[in-house]
């Protein structure tokens, strides 16, 4: 299997750090170590803050162009080829 992870990409960051905070809190709780509300999204809003001044100094990018061609899409059936 091979795992198609971007080291630049601000996307790709922010999805696997939401995923690993996510795992923490759930592991925590199963052993009764409760997580406020204001404490999580106080975890999420640093982990947002700090990949956002990544991508600003430029160490990480957030692609915003549409420079992909119609061919070079990944085919998911919603989109119709022209």
């Known amino acids: 299997m091979k795992i198609n992870f971007n080291i630049h990409s601000a996307a790709a960051w922010t999805t696997l750090g939401t995923a690993i905070v996510t795992a923490v809190i759930s592991i925590l709780s199963a052993f009764g170590i409760v997580v406020k ?24 990018v957030a692609p915003t162009d549409k420079s992909l061609k119609d061919s070079d899409e990944p085919d998911d059936g919603y989109h119709l080829k022209h």
């Open 37 to 60: 509300q204001t404490d999580a999204t106080t975890l999420y809003g640093a982990l947002t803050a700090i990949i956002s001044l990544l991508t600003a100094f430029g160490i990480l």
